[in-house]
């Protein structure tokens, strides 16, 4: 039986996956698949992940991750205070927090579309980025000072001009 389209009960996304979401008139399609009852915000967020922009924009994201994990791995493999120690903890460091963000909207998709182990994989992979972002503090790389330092330079930018007042005499 053919969704009906004329009510827009249910809308497409990649694969032939039917997402429902409207509880309206549900009875009257018994035999088509049913997805979660999604917000409008959600359906064009599935929309999107189903589509060819969405799924680059996807697949750059979990290209990031697995980059950021790979570095955590040869990080955690190497000598201490070995310059592949430094390059690996920097990179990892440098890569952790956008696959984070990457990782999270991978979860949030999975979530609307109710595919549950991909939330747990997902969830799973977030936290163990998450806890080997704040477990090793002490590692030298890049980043360590920079903080200070950044601060530093932007009150010196963003301090107020002051001129020399010419001397009386």
Not at 85 to 90: G, H, I, L, N, P
Not at 115 to 136: K, N, P, Q
Request: proline letters at 6%; charged letters at 15%; one cysteine or more.
């Amino acid at each position: 039986m053919e969704p009906l389209l004329d009510q827009q009960q249910w809308f497409q996304v990649s694969g032939g996956l039917y997402v429902w979401y409207s509880w309206a008139d549900a009875r009257l399609l018994p035999s088509a698949p049913r997805g979660p009852p999604v917000s409008p915000g959600m359906e064009a967020v599935a929309s999107f992940s189903g589509s060819i922009p969405g799924q680059i924009l996807l697949a750059l994201g979990q290209t990031v991750v697995v980059v950021c994990v790979c570095f955590d791995m040869v990080r955690a493999l190497s000598v201490p205070r070995s310059h592949r120690r430094f390059v690996a903890s920097t990179v990892f460091r440098t890569l952790a927090v956008p696959s984070i963000i990457a990782n999270g909207l991978t979860v949030l998709i999975a979530l609307v579309l109710a595919s549950w182990i991909d939330v747990v994989m997902g969830m799973f992979v977030l936290m163990a980025i998450i806890f080997r972002l704040h477990h090793d503090k002490d590692e030298d790389n890049w980043w360590k000072g920079k903080g200070k330092k950044l601060a530093r330079w932007a009150r010196r930018q963003f301090a107020g001009r002051t001129a020399a007042a010419p001397a009386m005499g």
